[in-house]
């Protein structure tokens, strides 16, 4: 055992008893989104982008990463926006994007001319 160890047990033993020799696990660094923010974020993901506002049709990491800093002045790692959707229950699959001109008629149409095999 190392010196130093044994004085500082010994100086936490005299200021807090047996207690004092408890490991102190701390809860880490403070989440920079509260849980509202979280779950506003998680809406916008839901919700999906607005090509008008947004300049995009489906959302990427580094438009999500955009987004975070607009809105709530946040800045994160593009890696931790992926970790961050994990955490509020999303996975990195995603929807075929649709292009927003496209007329359902028109694809109905389009079904209907293909013969069954």
Do not use: C
């Not at 109905?108 to 069954?116: G, Q, S």
């Amino acid at each position: 055992m190392d010196r130093q160890t044994l004085r500082d047990w010994v100086h936490r033993f005299n200021e807090d008893g047996s207690d004092g020799l408890k490991d102190a696990w701390y809860g880490g660094p403070m989440p920079r989104l509260s849980p509202e923010q979280k779950a506003e974020l998680a809406q916008i993901v839901e919700t999906g982008p607005d090509l008008a506002v947004d300049g995009v049709v489906r959302w990427r990491r580094i438009d999500l990463q955009r987004v975070i800093e607009d809105r709530f002045g946040v800045a994160y790692h593009e890696r931790y926006v992926g970790k961050l959707l994990k955490e509020l229950g999303f996975s990195h699959m995603s929807a075929r994007p649709r292009h927003p001109a496209q007329d359902a008629w028109i694809v109905a149409e389009l079904k209907k001319t293909f013969r069954a095999r």
